[in-house]
């Protein structure tokens, strides 16, 4: 038996990342509390935000659990997930990994999980429309991983929506999300493509109302929720801290589950 482990180890600590490929891909998208802030501190010292580098165990790595680096290759996932992709903000943990580590302590099955980040902070919607940068690189990711792979899109994961509460951005959020979706849904060639939706907790303006029951009225097919009010948040009153990050991911991963895990 201890021989037997110590085999497992060794083969399991000899594979190259570039042999694994995922078969079940999830797109990660939004702005920052989908990028990851949990740990995320300002250092007195120097003025500047930096991650403490605690990563809890629901966020380890394991080579079940892939990220889509920039350059469009596969590699061992890892926070800060966002790392390269948010580049010009300071990452720490976000949903990505728990959500990943959930999944397979729940179906352990399931096989190799291919997450493909994709949010940026600070972003509102109306930076994710068809056309955009942003939207751009979300697509041309999603179908880089899904050609590199034999795998599905299992689900968009969406987090977004604190940049858009002042007045005019909240009234006209929720045709811009249905807009948003749908164009990825065609895009992709995925018309009942999985999204789940985070309705967020905090917002940059004093219409957080509006943007939450936006989020909470949306009336598209495969379209699911998961609150994050109640959860706790940094001292910015905004972004969301280790444990709460955690705990958003695991949500997600019992909502795919739930509504589309079969």
Known sequence: MFLHFIFCIFVQCDVKPQELKPNNIFLLAGQSNMAGRGGVYNDPKTNLLQWDGQVPPQCTSTPNILTLYLNQTWG?????????????????????????????????????????????????????????????????????????TSGN?????????ESDCGEQDSILYKGRLEKFFNDVRQDLQSPDLPIILVVISAGEGNF?????????????????CV?????????????????????IGQELADSFLNNFGQ
């Open 76 to 148: 061992i996932a890892s926070e800060p997930l966002h790392k390269e992709i948010d580049n010009l903000k300071t990452c720490g943990v976000g949903p990505g990994m728990p959500f990943s580590n959930q999944i397979l302590a729940k179906r352990p099955n399931y096989g190799v999980i291919g997450l493909v980040p994709c949010a940026v902070g600070g972003t509102k919607i109306e930076d994710w429309q068809k056309g955009t940068i942003l939207y751009n690189q979300l697509v041309g990711r999603a179908k880089a991983a899904r050609e590199s």
């Open 153 to 161: 899109i299992g689900a968009l994961l969406w987090y977004q929506g």
């Open 227 to 247: 609150d994050a009010m109640g959860l706790t948040l940094l001292p910015d009153h905004l972004h969301l801290d280790t444990k709460s990050a955690v705990s």
């Open 208 to 224: 957080l109302r509006n943007v939450r029951d936006a989020q909470l009225n949306i009336n598209l097919k495969n379209v699911v």
